[in-house]
């Protein structure tokens, strides 16, 4: 049996699907989606939903993810050891690399926009949709891709602002300390990064 800090390496991975929280289980700051689960328990998903990720890459884009993979595995391992052994500063990887991912999505948005607003032609080219001919099925193309751009750009903020309030959660449990805020006192920055 392989020990990494004095815990088997498959603890690391089965602790993915283990889903009970001992410490402020109820309060509202560290609950998302609208109460019904709690952000610890869905940035395991998320790390689930990343090594899926890394499935897919490794099938479909071999052998350019050699280029990548190794950094890949090391962000997911530093973040499962964090999470294993509940310690902040360990997910700070995971958070900065889902803000960098953000940013990078909306600056690839925004140019999509602008190419969407100003030729419609070449808009449409991007996504091999250039074919049609009738003005309603291409606005009606054109309105459903950028739906699906700002959806896909909501539910990646959203993955920051788990990975932060998880962070949060992790320091708050080592410092002892319970935090209950009232969300009418928050101010502008803690209500925008306290998940939905």
């Given at each position: 049996m392989v020990l990494f800090d004095k815990v088997p390496i498959q603890e690391y991975f089965t602790n993915l699907f283990n889903y009970d929280v001992e410490y402020e289980e109820t309060n509202p700051n560290y609950r998302c989606l609208r109460g019904a689960f709690h952000v610890v328990n869905v940035m395991k998903f998320f790390m689930v939903l990343e090594f899926i990720t890394i499935f897919i890459y490794v099938l479909t884009a071999f052998p350019y993810f050699l280029l990548w993979i190794g950094f890949h595995l090391l962000y997911i391992f530093v973040t499962l050891y964090g999470l294993k052994k509940e310690r902040h500063r360990f997910l700070w990887p995971a958070v900065i690399l889902a803000g960098i991912i953000f940013l990078l999505w909306s600056i690839v948005a925004v140019i999509k926009?602008?190419?969407?607003?100003?030729?419609?032609?070449?808009?449409?080219k991007l996504y091999g949709q250039g074919h049609h001919e009738d003005f309603w099925t291409r606005m009606l193309i054109v309105l459903i891709i950028k739906a699906v751009v700002l959806l896909t750009g909501a539910i990646i903020f959203w993955r920051v602002s788990v990975f932060h309030t998880t962070r949060k959660y992790f320091e708050a449990k080592a410092d002892g300390e319970i935090v209950v805020t009232n969300p009418d006192e928050a101010t502008g920055l803690d209500k925008l990064m306290q998940p939905v």
């Open positions: 926009f602008l190419i969407g607003m100003f030729n419609t032609d070449y808009f449409l």
